[in-house]
């Protein structure tokens, strides 16, 4: 295979920016304008290059909500370099394990460029500062499909960090097939409130600039009132959050009295929204549409995509897997189960990634023969729809039955004046194990043990209720598991 230009991923994207395309900071109203966008990308991928990386070379990107982060990122991969995008508050506090663990030649942050044993003299890559040079376009690096594009960050067992190898290729068969999951146009416009370190935000980057259209970055989601008016101000057609961010919305913000009439689709991923609350979202916006999607950072982002007109027909689940993927629910000794029975998960396809960097017993067992094994139980109905049980390890076992904390917590916040809900299992003489769980109430609700019980199956044993102000959270908004696990055995201890 010839390395070409047309391998390059961030090269076929800036490609294809159009008329709409641009980069928005939503608290400054900066705008990068289509006409600036493809030659500041390659700008920041030649700044790169001139302080003396080479193609090949990995770069530790400081991730924050800025154009800055995003441009470096994309103009990395433009000039045949690694991205490595971190959040910028782990790479200060652990930059030198995180160049040791990548290999990584230097580190970018929105101060500058720093070597593995010094600073570099000037600030790199500031966009106002190469707005106002002459520089002639740099041309994208040539590369084939299987060139590493992109080291990401994600979460092991262990909740040791791992990085998953993404691929130029992965890339683009994963933002060509979002694309038409999703039905995007040509005059997209996203509001993106999450980091460009996470899969789930890096894939809304990707396939609002890919496709011709343009991105509102916003870092004020801890006032949600003032996202909601920049999405009406500059007229986002997308709006992409994980199920806290709705939470949030539904409960906490002016989401019904904030008119957003360009609104065309709401994306929701990075686990399970409980049906009730898309039910609401549903009917305070009956002209926007609500994708319910599932992916994994090893299968670059996205593995399926749940068509909006077939939510109620099909509640619950995640849709049917990506036109390019191959889905299958295979049992413990790999063999496939029939529709209906639930296994694990195992998907196929050109966005499926190579492995983890560095970590080959823990490819072994992730990776087999082309296929991801997602460590998701799931079922698969006749028409290949999906949808998830639960993740192995996330499952606790209460006389002698075994129960999700997926399938806990959605039960739980369906209770009136639940705002959210996490679960917990500690050890139960009687029951072998039993579930704490931490409730954060609506704003002036009362929760009544006796009312969580009521609505919890007789079989289950609850050792304690906990009513707590907030869940402990992710820089992706996720719920922290490894944070919960301290707080169980701290529970236990005091029971």
């Avoid at 295979?1 to 608290?27: Q, W, Y």
């Avoid at 460029?113 to 106002?128: A, D, H, M, Q, T």
């Avoid at 929701?268 to 950072?297: D, H, N």
Wanted: contains cysteine.
């Amino acid at each position: 295979m010839t390395a070409t230009a047309e391998g390059n991923f961030a090269g076929r994207l800036v490609e294809r920016l159009g008329p709409c395309s641009c980069l928005i900071d939503a608290a400054t109203g900066r705008t990068i304008r289509p006409e600036d966008l493809p030659r500041l990308i390659a700008a920041h991928g030649a700044s790169l290059l001139s302080a003396g990386l080479r193609e090949g070379d990995r770069v530790l990107i400081g991730c924050s909500l800025s154009p800055s982060s995003a441009l470096v990122y994309l103009g990395a991969m433009y000039a045949g370099l690694v991205a490595v995008p971190v959040e910028d508050r782990v790479l200060t506090a652990s930059a030198a394990m995180l160049l040791e663990a990548t290999g990584a030649k230097a580190v970018w942050t929105e101060a500058g460029l720093r070597g593995r044993g010094n600073y570099k003299g000037s600030v790199l890559c500031l966009e106002g500062d190469l707005a106002r040079e002459s520089l002639e376009m740099m041309l994208p690096a040539a590369c084939v499909a299987s060139d590493l594009a992109a080291l990401m960050a994600t979460s092991g067992s262990t909740g040791v960090p791992r990085f998953v190898m993404v691929s130029h290729g992965n890339l683009i068969a994963n933002t060509q097939a979002i694309i038409r999951s999703q039905r995007l146009a040509s005059d997209e416009r996203a509001m993106m409130i999450l980091p460009v370190s996470y899969c789930f935000g890096a894939s809304v980057l990707h396939s609002h600039l890919y496709q011709g259209g343009g991105v509102v970055i916003d870092r004020r989601f801890m006032f949600p009132d003032k996202v909601l008016q920049a999405i009406a101000h500059f007229g986002c057609t997308t709006f992409a959050g994980v199920p806290t961010v709705y939470n949030v919305l539904l409960r906490r913000s002016n989401i019904r009295r904030i008119a957003m009439p360009g609104l065309r689709r709401f994306l929701q991923a990075g686990g399970a929204l409980a049906p009730q609350k898309i039910s609401e979202m549903r009917a305070a916006f009956p002209l926007t549409k609500f994708y319910v999607m599932y992916g994994q950072t090893e299968a670059t982002a996205r593995i399926s995509c749940m068509e909006p007109e077939r939510w109620e027909e099909k509640r619950g689940s995640v849709g049917l897997p990506l036109d390019n993927l191959i889905a299958r629910i295979a049992n413990e000794q790999g063999n496939d189960l029939p529709a209906g029975q639930v296994g694990e998960l195992r998907v196929k396809g050109p966005s499926i990634c190579s492995g983890y960097l560095n970590d080959p017993e823990e490819m072994r067992g992730v990776f087999c023969d082309g296929w991801l094994r997602t460590g998701d139980f799931a079922r698969q109905d006749e028409e290949g729809y999906l949808w998830i049980v639960g993740r192995k390890g996330l499952f606790l076992k209460m006389r002698g039955i075994r129960v999700s904390f997926a399938e806990v917590e959605e039960r739980v916040t369906a209770i009136p004046g639940v705002y959210e809900c996490a679960a917990i299992a500690v050890e139960h003489l009687e029951a072998g194990e039993a579930l704490v769980l931490l409730i954060v109430p609506d704003q002036g609700a009362t929760i009544l043990e006796e009312e969580v019980r009521r609505h919890l199956p007789a079989h289950w044993a609850l050792d304690a209720i906990r009513l707590i102000s907030e869940l402990p959270k992710t820089s992706a908004g996720k719920i922290a598991r490894s944070s919960l696990s301290l707080l169980g055995k701290e529970i236990s201890c005091r029971n």
